[in-house]
């Protein structure tokens, strides 16, 4: 199979998405068979997307919640590609959740795994029913619980809850996100070159000057959280956030060491390309990387098992029937 190299489908998701279409199950619809084979190119693309990310301005000034992270490959009002690197933890189980249970509001997500064994995840049925308001308990179906195994597809619809477990080994996934509500007062807007090139500045100048995005029909990323306890399932008031550490150069390359980068060139003429700021937090693992030593995975200052964000699985199994032997399919809340 020819390699088609990540801005094929960069350029191909954009069209997909700025077409007219009948509704947005349609544009997912056509880009399966794009997102298959995008992830049968292996790590020759994934390799090229880290590269395209390591030039952006100010790419190692990322702090992160995580130890993990993503790489946005386009985004736009209505719909996102973007490509996430799930990393493990110091004692690589996988009997805790990555995320909280969570919806993404209104976006719509076809996700595939293209790199690694994969992770455990589970999805549940869209919509649910308020128990008691007082305690925010309320009552949710479960679909699946599976693994995102590699070459598998997973569409999960708007407002659809889902959790993810941490993986054993690294593993790289790409995402084509589309807003279920196409806002038609943008759609003009969304095609310009200028916004396609600006978008993140753009974001954040809506963000100080629009209190309210939705108001004038820009579409918002709004999530509903969920956690299981005592075998009972709640609505959380919002996110556990993590604060953000700044040991991210060091993480990224150990991820990138850990999956086969080998392009020392690259990397010698990154050094020389970099701006002293971006240099003086990179230089000292791009050096390392160079001389072939081994690059650790930093987590000091990660709380990886907060008790309501990375939940064990057990507790969503005193709410839920399940075995965590074999994937299961329309399984139902007790």
């Known amino acids: 199979m020819e390699r ?3 801005q094929f489908y960069i350029d191909t998701f954009f069209k997909i998405c700025t077409e007219e279409r009948k509704n947005r199950y349609e544009a997912h619809t056509i880009a399966h068979p794009y997102l298959y084979r995008l992830a049968k190119e292996g790590s020759e693309t994934i390799f ?3 590269k395209m990310a390591m030039l952006e301005p100010d790419f190692f000034h990322r702090k992160e919640a995580s130890h993990a992270f993503q790489i946005n490959l386009t985004g736009h009002f209505e719909h996102e590609f973007n490509c996430s690197f799930f990393v493990p933890i110091a004692s690589r189980e996988i009997t805790h959740s990555y995320s909280p249970m969570h919806t993404h509001g209104p976006y719509m997500i076809s996700t595939i795994n293209a790199y690694g064994e994969g992770y455990n995840s589970l999805i549940f049925q869209k919509g649910f029913n308020v128990v008691d308001p007082q305690t925010g308990q309320v009552e949710m179906k479960l679909q699946k619980y599976l693994r995102h195994k590699p070459l598998n597809i997973e ?3 708007e407002d659809t ?3 993810v477990f941490y993986p054993r080994e690294i593993c790289v996934t790409y995402a084509f996100w589309t807003h279920s509500r196409p806002t038609s007062k943008i759609n003009k807007l ?3 070159n200028l916004v396609r090139k600006n ?3 753009i974001k954040k100048i809506i963000k100080r000057l629009i209190p309210s995005p939705s108001a004038v029909g820009i579409a918002v990323h709004n999530e509903d959280y969920f956690y299981p306890k005592d075998g009972k399932l709640f609505k959380g008031s919002g996110r556990e956030i993590q604060p953000t550490i700044n040991s991210f150069p060091q993480n990224f390359f150990a991820v990138i060491q850990e999956i086969g980068f080998n392009d020392l060139s690259f990397l010698e003429e990154l050094k020389r390309k970099l701006p002293p700021s971006d240099l003086n937090l990179a230089g ?4 390392k990387f160079i001389k072939g030593e081994k690059i650790q995975l930093n987590y000091d200052g990660y709380n990886t098992l907060h008790p309501r964000r990375n939940v064990h699985i057990d507790e969503y199994r005193k709410v839920y029937e399940f075995s965590l032997e074999e994937e299961y399919i329309n399984s139902f809340s007790k």
């Open 4 to 6: 088609k190299g990540i």
């Open 48 to 50: 090229e997307v880290l």
């Open 155 to 157: 569409f999960m619809d």
């Open 161 to 163: 809850a889902h959790t």
């Open 190 to 192: 969304r095609n310009l």
């Open 199 to 201: 978008k993140e500045l």
């Open 284 to 287: 000292e693992w791009i050096d």
